[in-house]
């Protein structure tokens, strides 16, 4: 199965690799062939990102000013680490700066995520468990983080409405999370694909966040339905 990033893999080897793939499905072919044009495939083979999806997050931060440095970021699907990296450079969570505030990025995944400098990460967790959560009170400063970002996605089934349903179900278990460790005021980013459960989470967004944006970057793949919610202004239900 081809991993969604080219872990770190250059450009010639990858092309030297598709010459050989001649017993690959012509699905495979046509994906390996668009990861070779990619412009973002090749900025992040020269920026050293572990992913093209650096670019989604670097363009939406660029823009809405999210990440800011000394924040605590939880960053949930993490694997391989391309978000946390965006992250840990941008609340200087490696110290790198000695005259900004340190912050705290904590990222989890189901599958193992290869350590970065300024990042701890939780491979092998499920965001969705009540279990992750508790680790991750423990984990952040004061038990509190400005910022969850969502980047997850199920693995595809094939069934489109399927998939479609299974990742809204994972963002709205993001909310039960956000009310155990989102300080009022805080940011939620998720990734949705877009879909009739669509309006459900946003309006689930709604009730807890001042205001939510739909985002599509230009990273994102046209093709794609995949999109962003980016909601603002936490406040904590009152139960
Ligand atoms: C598109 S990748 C994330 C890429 C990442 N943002 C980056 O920049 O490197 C989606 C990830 O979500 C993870 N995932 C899916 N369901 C999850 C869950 N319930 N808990 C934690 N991670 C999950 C997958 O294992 C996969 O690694």
Redesign the pocket.
């Known amino acids: 199965m081809w991993s ?2 080219l872990l770190r893999r250059s450009f010639h080897s990858s092309l030297r690799l598709m010459k050989q793939q001649k017993g690959r499905s012509a699905a495979e072919q046509r994906w390996m062939t668009r990861q070779l044009k990619d412009p973002y495939v090749k900025a992040s083979h020269k920026l050293n ?3 093209r ?2 670019f ?2 670097l363009e939406i931060d660029d823009k809405f000013r999210l990440l800011h440095p000394g924040d605590s970021v939880v ?12 992250v840990v450079q941008r609340v200087n969570s490696a110290g790198t700066d000695p005259e900004l505030p340190p912050g705290t990025v904590i990222g ?4 193992n ?1 290869p350590s970065l400098d300024g990042a701890h990460f939780l491979s092998s ?5 009540p279990s ?1 959560h508790s680790k991750l009170q423990e984990l952040l400063p004061r038990g509190r983080a400005h910022i969850i ?7 595809a089934s094939g069934f489109r409405e399927m998939d479609q349903e299974r990742l809204i179900m ?1 963002c709205l ?1 993001l909310t039960d999370l956000a009310e155990k460790i989102l300080q009022p005021g805080g940011s939620l980013l998720c ?1 949705y694909w877009d879909g009739i459960l669509a309006q459900k989470l946003q309006d689930k967004l709604l009730s807890v966040f001042g205001s939510v944006r739909t985002l599509k970057p230009n990273a994102s793949r046209k093709d794609s339905a995949e999109r962003y919610f980016l909601a603002r202004m936490y406040r904590k239900p009152v139960k």
């Open positions: 969604v990033c990102f572990r992913c999806s650096a989604k997050l960053d949930c699907g993490a694997a391989p680490g391309a978000w946390s990296q965006v989890i995944d189901l599958l995520i967790h499920d965001v969705t468990e992750t970002l969502s980047d997850m996605a199920p693995n994972m278990s990734k």
